[in-house]
């Protein structure tokens, strides 16, 4: 785009996509100097120097949109790395489009919309007599008993959003919670639904669970207890066991303080990101009551307002299930405390902040089994959301407590193996002691499930 | 920078990197014209001119470096996408970290370096009893039996790398395949082992298998058989299970076809993406029969021009597990093939390409349980590798194929609860029955492991 004759455009060299530069032509421009003839030295200086600015400066501009676009550091890297980046941008694109769900299969399109306020939020039709369908199902079904090696068969629910994370690191780190997640359970016996769908859409986010707490209970009549446990929990104690026994009495096993709940009407009081609840017409009661104020939207809303105001310390926000389960406890306490067993001589849940520091501490100090303060049965990464944009805690330290969490774990796994992380820091892994050819000598002394003692907390 | 005065510097307004432009300051430079006065017509307009080139050109370069940073179509969006886009960035700072291992609480750095080309490389010490060890053990300790229900105790290894994918969505699609094979071993009494580390740095990548699963079978004698099967691998007939009965006189299973073995040499005539390995003498001595190609460096580069050579088709790369168990087998028939069956009359792998399209053709015409062309055992990725960056295949194609597998094998999972998803790209599920007071008359029509049936493959 130049007044005469057409400017140099050239298009540097490189991967990433090229700038125009134009090289202003020499000659100068319309109206006044000399045309044609040589400019006078300093004319030609100054404009030698505005040439050169302007180079520098589309240079600069270059570089800038080069680093934006491959990375810093990769300056003069090959194409691979276009290759590398293309992929990257096609794959945004697909993802976009899976996000917006737009699968021209798609029958029955639900009627969007939020619930009206005058509607009553049901679960599923109301059902009065679990207990005893359960029972003659048992019955008839020997082959399927709801206890197995002495021990009350135990359901883990825990799932995720069915698209991919708005953060990518997020998908990892849910791959590493659901590894965690495998291994506790092959060594414990307990079987894992993880769940990707939103049963109810009215329902969705955290109040995602209850119906699909319901729709395991109806379906695994086998199963005794669900224990749902949130995607952002590790087990971080991997020989402890749930003590069932303390809970014959009881339907719902959840963390948290009793001076919190009662006393203060704490908004933390107790911990919806692990609990077990029984398979029972109890429990069937207790989800019908906790859901109506789960439907998005003006109930949800609304019901925040009320949770905010009732709960001490809670932000305004809308209803959460973790309030809402408070709340009806509180406001309930005659229907529902007697079958609530209110835990904390362990960690069924462990909020991360106050043990990921001393994991070191623990290996020296303590051994697995313990489950409470000195060796945490679950650490619990409330806040952090690796999945999501917001989170509460500073990114860096988050991911890095996760990972330590992750391999803290992973050690007491890799121990029947031979094998530690070199740090709880570090993705690999060194031996811990040198292979035999009698490897059965070390099963007999590491196999977790050879040695399970019946842990008993301290009182 | 400025031959008098200092030109205006402007950062342009926004987010994502300041850009400065210079805008040219009115009054012309040192020499000819005129200085301090008006500067004739023609040249304010040529002055103007080229400030107006420059400020586009500037302005077009920041649009670039923007739209590099934030992603297409986000121009104008609000601070929350730059909150976003500080913490992706963050992240991705943290992960070049972590990518980077370099945890300071690392003891005993190994000796990083290849293996000696003359050295020999072994798994582990030469264990020459395990048929022995494993039988004295089993009879010692009955509560750890080989066969549960009538059946042989299976245990499947699957694992990645256990570093973030280098494509953000493969740690995605990898949580996708460990959750469907959680549901796939939970209705069939599979133990899963979930390896994300690297037990012998020689042996990485897709050899990282073979130590793994030595190790497997030794610290598990009560496993008969040790299944690996590929992340990229995906259950779609929910219902099949492997007939064991066929391979009472066998110790590999794998899918393959004895012509390409054979007669062709096929460097495809076997697939390692999923196959079964029982735990016994003849196994450890295959796998460190199998294991010398594996060390990284020159000699894998040099196996791999063996294997080339060798096998039929066989592009140039580096040696391969599978190639080198082909070329193993073949150049030692009379050793191994008594003991290997070569199935095909399942899916125990299925090639993707010529299956996923047909879904909606074998939910008209057939029904889970068979295993094979009608309704795929397994449907394996090959060559579309999410977590990497080098696929052989469309990336599109491949994740929208990925994502119909997946869901075609859900709709199973999920009929018993009553869902299935609105069409085979959507992750939205919807009713595909009403509830219903009594819901175990579903459980005993539609629960799997209730209605489970030897399958015959046809002959």
Redesign the interface.
Known sequence: ?G?DGSPAHKRPSGSG?G??T?T?ANG??????GRGGLL????Q??KT??NI??TI??GF??I??LR??IGVGNLGSSS?DA??QN??E???R??AE?RS?S??????E?QEGDMSPNATYVL?????DWDS??KV?LNQ?P??PSTVNGRARILLLTG?P????????G??Y???S??NK??YC?LHGI????N????DKELAGYWAKLPMIR??M????EVEWIWWMDSDALFTDILFQIPLARYEKHNLVIHGYPDLLFDQKSWIALNTGSFLLRNCQWSLDLLDAWAPMGPKGPIRDEAGKVLTAYLKGRPAFEADDQSALIYLLLSQKDTWMEKVFVENQYYLHGFWEGLVDRYEEMVEKYHPGLGDERWPFVTHFVGCKPCG???DYA??RC??SM?RAFNFA?NQV?K????GH?????????RIRN??????E??DKF?I??TQVETKPQN
Request: charged share 25%.
């Open positions: 785009m007044q996509g700038l125009p134009t202003v100068g421009g319309r109206g006044g100097g006078p030295r300093g004319r200086m100054q120097f505005n600015k302007i400066l589309c501009v270059t800038l949109v934006g676009t691979a290759v590398n992929i990257i096609e794959t945004n697909i993802l899976i769900d699968d021209p299969t798609d029958l029955d639900p599923g039709p109301k059902i009065t369908q359960r199902w079904n082959e399927f995720s069915p698209k991919p994370c708005d953060n990518p690191i998908d990892h849910l791959l590493k659901v590894k495998i291994d092959r079987e894992i639904v993880y990707m769908a939103h049963l729709r395991l109806l379906s695994h009549p944009s917001y989170a990114v860096e991911l890095k990972e992973d890799l029947l193996y031979g094998f070199r740090g709880l820091l570090s993705p690999k892994i060194k292979e035999t050819v009698t490897p059965l070390f099963v196999d499930r050879r």
